[in-house]
Nanobody
Framework: VQLVESGGGLVQAGGSLRLSCATS????????ISWFRQAPGKEREWISC????????SHSSTIKGRFTMSTDHAKNTVWLQMNSLKPEDTAIYYC???????????????????WGQGTQVTVSS
């Protein structure tokens, strides 16, 4: 199983970035896939998720309305469109997948078995 994030970078406040997470090694629809982020000195924070039970997508209230997760089943890829970025969005962004047992979207990192290497997002003020 492999997850590879890309699309991070440096952007000014108010700008946009689109992150991608390319997956391989598992059947895309059978695993929960989430985006997390971790800022320096802070806990890893859940951002959004696609459920494997019904394909629904949910977002954290912290970023709701600014960030949107989407999926491309043909490419086995998930995306995170981030608009109206703020300096407090600065973090390493990770995608993660479970091992196919859960179905719904856990918001705690311990439920996830596979992680990407992360991509740095830096928002300047």
């Amino acid at each position: 199983v492999q997850l590879v994030e890309s699309g991070g970078g440096l952007v000014q406040a108010g700008g946009s970035l689109r992150l991608s997470c390319a997956t391989s090694g598992f059947r895309f629809r059978t695993n929960v896939i989430s985006w997390f982020r971790q800022a320096p000195g802070k806990e890893r924070e859940w951002i959004s998720c696609v459920s494997s039970s019904d394909g629904s997508i949910s977002h954290s209230s912290t970023i709701k309305g600014r960030f949107t997760m989407s999926t491309d089943h043909a490419k086995n890829t998930v995306w995170l469109q981030m608009n109206s970025l703020k300096p407090e969005d600065t973090a390493i962004y990770y995608c993660a997948a479970d091992d196919g047992r859960i179905g719904t979207c856990p918001k705690t990192r311990r439920y996830y078995d596979f992680w990407g290497q992360g991509t740095q997002v830096t928002v300047s003020s």
